[in-house]
């Protein structure tokens, strides 16, 4: 059994990695800025700790004897609210780890640092899938930078001997996901559609993004966070395949029981320009090395957010 702190436990991925993480027999410390946790971590966690990671003081203050990993989950995640909060992502996507980093240097720590990054820092412009190797932009999003800025925080604090790995994990979702992601939303479109007959607005439904479900994303989490050794410091997690807007919905209006009752209307003013045609990354590196494979099919996972 080994000690492992999440950060950031009470967001969307926390819970879920929360459940994973006992189901193997772990000891779980959480950490967030909340008064109370979450019900799922309250029932399943075996401590909860109140901290804000943007405090440097308060990182100073916790106890991280006999800490065998720290999973930073700790972030902000919603690529369209970072424009214009630049300095915002940056406090909480690129200072919690370099401060927690720092923490654990000084105390000369063994601790495993899991740095939760993004496969939004890819360049599109390049041969699929998207290896670890792949290239990374020079120019984006807010979010995708500070996911950028923190992996050099990571890769510099590796260089100073803490044993830590960078994730990075393309598009996940399911039960308990928030709005501010595809799925969540075309979901409460067509709730609305159901509830006044309110017509539903979609923008480019052609493009292909590669989805995992977030079950299946923690398992990867846990499988780096726990294992003895790691031949790199770097890791996509992915299902490997592209999936369209139009497969989804279409998935959404089967789940719904929607299915040839409803018509969608595109809005340009939800379509961007400079979207890529398709994304999808290899998850061959993580498969070799820890035998992890997505297990859960996006037409269960999209089932399962309807059903929950």
């Known amino acids: 059994m080994l000690k492992i702190i999440v950060t950031g436990v009470n967001g969307f991925v926390g819970g879920h990695l929360v459940r994973e993480l006992k189901s193997r027999g772990h000891e779980v410390v959480g950490l ?41 989950l700790a972030g902000l995640a919603n690529v369209g609210a970072s424009f214009g909060a630049e300095d915002l992502y940056k406090k909480v996507n690129v200072d919690v780890l370099a401060k927690l980093g720092e923490r654990l240097l000084a105390l000369k720590s063994k601790t495993r640092l899991v740095a939760i990054s993004t496969g939004a820092v890819y360049n599109p412009g390049q041969p699929m899938p998207l290896t670890e190797e792949s290239r990374v932009i020079s120019e984006g999003s807010p979010y995708a930078l500070s996911k950028l800025s923190m992996e050099k925080v990571a890769r510099d604090l590796r260089g100073r001997g803490l044993d830590c790995v ?13 709005p501010g992601f595809l799925i969540p939303d075309l979901f409460q479109k067509l709730t609305k559609f159901k509830e006044s007959g309110e017509v539903v ?28 050794t790691l031949e790199h410091d770097m890791y996509n997690i992915c299902s490997g395949k592209s999936r369209s807007g139009q497969e989804i919905l279409d998935m959404m209006l089967r789940a719904m029981d929607l299915e040839g009752k409803i018509e969608v209307n595109v809005d340009q003013s939800l379509i961007r320009p400079t979207d890529p045609a398709e994304l999808y990354g290899s998850n061959q590196r993580l498969r070799e090395e820890t035998g992890w494979e997505p297990q859960i099919p996006l037409d269960q996972t999209i089932q399962d957010f309807v059903s929950q």
């Open 32 to 72: 967030g800025r909340e008064d109370a946790p979450t019900q799922v971590v309250r029932e399943l966690a075996d401590t909860y700790e109140i901290c804000d990671l943007t405090d440097e003081a308060q990182i100073a203050a916790l106890n991280l004897e006999g800490i065998d990993a720290i999973i930073n």
């Open 166 to 178: 960078i994730v990075r994990p393309f598009n996940h979702t399911g039960p308990g996901q928030a």
């Open 201 to 228: 607005r979609v923008g480019n439904l052609k493009t292909k993004r590669d989805y995992t479900d977030v079950r299946d994303i923690v398992k990867g989490y846990t499988d780096l966070a726990v294992a003895e």
